[in-house]
C-alpha cells in the first residue's frame, strides 16, 4: 500500500511565477490536508479537503493561495505569483473516510522562490 | 479554535535516560492526541496516539498519557538511543478535524 505521494519534491520558482504542489492521498484516503512549515518551525495547517469539496481553508491566505481536490487525480495546492515569503515545505497528509483520526504525511514538497 | 502548547522547545537527555515532552491544549471537544517525529529534511511520522476515552497508552519505548481534566498530554521515551534524536509534535484536532501542532520539540539523546 503506497503511502501519500506528493511532487515534485523540490520546486524553485522566481517571484512573480506560479507553483502547482501535488499530492495524492494514501489508498482508501479521502480527505486531504495541506500545511506549511517554515524552516524550524511548526506545521500550520492551511486547508482540509475532500473530493470535490473544499471543507475548511480558514489557513490558507485569501490571495495568490488555491488547493483543490478533483475527483479524479491528485489534490493540488497553487500559489499565484509567488513571493519570496513563500519559501517553505508544503506537507500533504491523508486520512480515511471516517476522519477524526489519523493523519500520515507526504513527504513534501520544498518550494525556494529566487 | 484549539491552542497547543507544548514545552519544552528543545531537550538533552543521555543515553538510556528517559525524556519527557508535555503538550496542553484549550478546546475541551478534542478527542485524538497524536504524537509525531519528524527527522531533519523528513516528513512527520505518526509514532503514537491516544483517544480520549484512554488514560495511557504504550507502544514498547513509548508511551503518551493523557489528563483530560486538566488538558493535557505527555509523550514518555525511555531508555533513550541516539536514533530518538529528532523533532516531536503533538497535535490536537479541533471539531472540525483540522489539527493544531504544537512547536515542536528538538530532542538530542547524547552518547
Known amino acids: 500500500n503506497a503511502g501519500v505521494m506528493q511532487n515534485p519534491r523540490h520546486l524553485v520558482r522566481r517571484r512573480g511565477q506560479e507553483a502547482r504542489l501535488r499530492c495524492s492521498p494514501m489508498k482508501g484516503h479521502s480527505h486531504v490536508y495541506w500545511y506549511r512549515q517554515l524552516p524550524e518551525e511548526g506545521l500550520k495547517f492551511m486547508v482540509y479537503l475532500q473530493k470535490e469539496n473544499i471543507i475548511d481553508e480558514s489557513g490558507m491566505p485569501k490571495e495568490r493561495f488555491s488547493a483543490e481536490f478533483p475527483k479524479e487525480g491528485p489534490s493540488i495546492l497553487r500559489i499565484q505569483q509567488v513571493v519570496r515569503g513563500d519559501s517553505a515545505a508544503y506537507f500533504c497528509a491523508s486520512s480515511p473516510p471516517a476522519g477524526g483520526g489519523e493523519q500520515y504525511f507526504g513527504p513534501g514538497t520544498r518550494l525556494t522562490v529566487t | 479554535g484549539e491552542n497547543v502548547e507544548q514545552h519544552p522547545s528543545t531537550l538533552s537527555v543521555q543515553e538510556g535516560d528517559s525524556a519527557v515532552i508535555k503538550c496542553t491544549y484549550s478546546?475541551?471537544?478534542?478527542?485524538?492526541f497524536p504524537w509525531y517525529k519528524q527527522e531533519l529534511g523528513k516528513r512527520p511520522q505518526l509514532i503514537i496516539d491516544i483517544r480520549s476515552n484512554v488514560g495511557e497508552k504504550k507502544d514498547q519505548r513509548i508511551a503518551v498519557t493523557l489528563n483530560k481534566t486538566a488538558k493535557h498530554f505527555s509523550l514518555h521515551i525511555t531508555e533513550t538511543q541516539p536514533e530518538d534524536s529528532a523533532v516531536y509534535f503533538c497535535?490536537?484536532?479541533?471539531?472540525?478535524?483540522?489539527?493544531?501542532f504544537g512547536t515542536g520539540t528538538s530532542l538530542t539523546v547524547i552518547p
Open positions: 478546546d475541551s471537544a478534542s478527542n485524538y
Open positions: 497535535a490536537a484536532p479541533n471539531t472540525g478535524n483540522q489539527f493544531y
